[in-house]
């Protein structure tokens, strides 16, 4: 097993990308954000607590997440790896991800990291609203809060990630089939 996670700010494209390179590298592709969707979608208590948070461009707890990873993880078989879009968001999700994969003897292989500036990806999420109607996209202020929360909780994982030599950060600047060709090269070495 081969396990990648995929990182970068909100509308840098990692779902986009991940839908991808999963099917590419056979790997089950596992997105908190969309998973969390699923749940609002379908009216669930878990995801009615969510959608005022999401809404907001906070992050949900860290238990909900890990617990809903560490369920998949789980369920799934017969893939050739995971590939973790959207999640760990914080250092202690991190841990917890490490934790959870060591147990099943296994460890997180690589951190792809695009790298987007910023007046591009507030840009691509006025312009994904148009088609995706999530309400986090829709207002400007929430987009600005979901890339402030994304540099101060989430980008410390890449400094650990570092020190562990998993980084390893790509232009997420061009065509979409261009940036698929620098993840897969990188992807490449590893499987
Ligand atoms: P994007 O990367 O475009 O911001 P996602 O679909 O990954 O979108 O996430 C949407 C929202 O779902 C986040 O703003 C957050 O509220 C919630 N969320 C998703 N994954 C996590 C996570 N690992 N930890 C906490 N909250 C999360």
Redo the contacts with the bound molecule.
């Keep these: 097993m081969v396990n990648f996670l995929i990182f970068g700010p ?2 840098s494209g ?2 986009t990308q991940s839908v991808k390179l999963a099917e590419k590298f056979r790997l089950v592709h596992l ?4 998973m ?1 969707r699923a749940e609002i979608s379908a009216g669930t208590d878990l995801g009615k607590k969510m959608s005022s ?2 809404a907001k ?4 707890p860290d238990e909900v ?1 890990i617990e809903m990873i560490a369920a998949k993880i789980d369920s799934t078989r017969g893939f050739a790896g995971f590939l973790f879009d ?4 914080t250092v202690d ?1 991190t841990a917890a991800l490490e934790k959870m994969l060591e147990a099943r003897g296994m460890k997180i292989d690589c951190m792809l990291v695009l790298e987007v500036g910023h007046d591009e990806l507030v840009k691509r999420l006025i312009l994904r609203a148009e088609q995706s109607g999530r309400p ?1 996209d829709k207002d400007p202020a929430v987009i600005e809060n ?1 890339i402030d929360v994304y540099r101060s909780k989430t980008e410390p994982i890449i400094d650990y990630c570092i020190k562990k030599g998993l980084y390893k950060p790509v232009d997420g600047v061009g065509s979409i089939d261009d940036i698929f060709v620098r993840l897969s090269d990188v992807m490449k070495e590893f499987v």
């Design positions: 909100p509308g990692k779902g997105s908190t954000g969309d969390l948070i999401m461009g906070e992050l949900v997440v959207g999640f760990p968001r999700q986090d979901r």
